[in-house]
């Protein structure tokens, strides 16, 4: 975490985060012209981010766009803050959508996110693989869904999240996998009624020796969902625990059960 801090003790590199937490997939040219300084000096600042893990970058055509990555704050929340404010307690976000009537299109090779995350869990691939894909293990590490059912092994798999059993939060469809590698998938949130409209991510998944890198794309988020990022990390440090671990940990708001 040495590096967090060092990277947080910097008002320029706080000023870039908070540019990119009211504007997330910026270029470095959008960033340059908030930060009043040379383009050498916001990518000197923006490498000290990344080697922190509090922005992730990914090129896209001849783009590369940077996201802030919430899941290394939230560890240093669930660290020291959290637990002086609640017992972590089931809370849930997102998952993905229908099928969007017919044949959804696949996302572009050069279509850019709205949301990326970026975590490193120290499991196998075939661990990670199973607790992103098999419904039984979702209630072990979700922030809000107690249980799931369905599955997303092969195109056109499906899974609903429930906050409790008959009370659907969001539902999936895969539309493309390429097996222990990559998830892309529909997702179709319904926790704050039925009207919600859809959007869709993608899980990379790599394989680093002792470690996996989980990499979660969201695309195409509607006006109002901007939460969904929160939802992302809470969801990302309770499958780190549980695959760590073994403990059960929902990182769930202050009061929600």
């Known amino acids: 975490m040495d590096a967090i801090f060092k990277a947080l003790n910097d008002p320029t590199r706080r000023a870039l985060l908070d540019s990119l937490r009211q504007k997330d997939g910026q270029s470095l040219q959008e960033l340059e012209e908030t930060a009043e300084m040379t383009r050498f000096g916001v990518m000197k600042h923006l490498k000290l981010l990344e080697e922190a893990g509090l922005v992730v970058s990914v090129k896209k055509g001849r783009f ?27 809370r849930g976000v997102l998952n993905l959508k229908a ?16 949301f990326v ?24 590490y979700h922030f809000l869904a107690e249980t799931a ?23 999936t469809e895969v539309i493309a996998i390429d097996p222990k590698s990559r998830i892309e998938a529909t997702f179709e949130p319904s926790w704050a009624g039925p009207d919600m409209a859809p959007s869709r991510c993608i899980y990379l998944v790599d394989d680093e020796g002792a470690f996996c890198k989980l990499t979660i794309e969201h695309y195409g988020i509607p006006e109002g969902q901007e939460g969904i990022a929160d939802g992302w990390a809470r969801f990302a440090s309770g499958l780190k625990t549980w695959l760590e671990s073994g403990e059960t ?9």
């Open 64 to 90: 590369k766009y940077h996201y802030l990555n919430a899941v290394p704050l939230q560890e240093v929340i669930d660290r020291w803050i959290d637990p002086f404010l609640a017992k972590p307690a089931a």
């Open 99 to 114: 099928q969007l009537e017919g044949t959804a299109p696949m996302t572009t090779p050069d279509a850019k996110p709205d």
């Open 117 to 140: 995350s970026q975590t490193f869990i120290r499991c196998t691939r075939d661990a990670l693989w199973s607790a992103l894909t098999e419904a039984d293990q979702v209630g072990q």
């Open 149 to 171: 059912h369905g599955d997303m092994i092969a195109k056109g798999d499906g899974m609903v999240f429930e906050m409790q059993p008959g009370v659907p939060m969001v539902r």
């Open 249 to 257: 940990v929902r990182f769930a708001h202050a009061g929600e059960n």
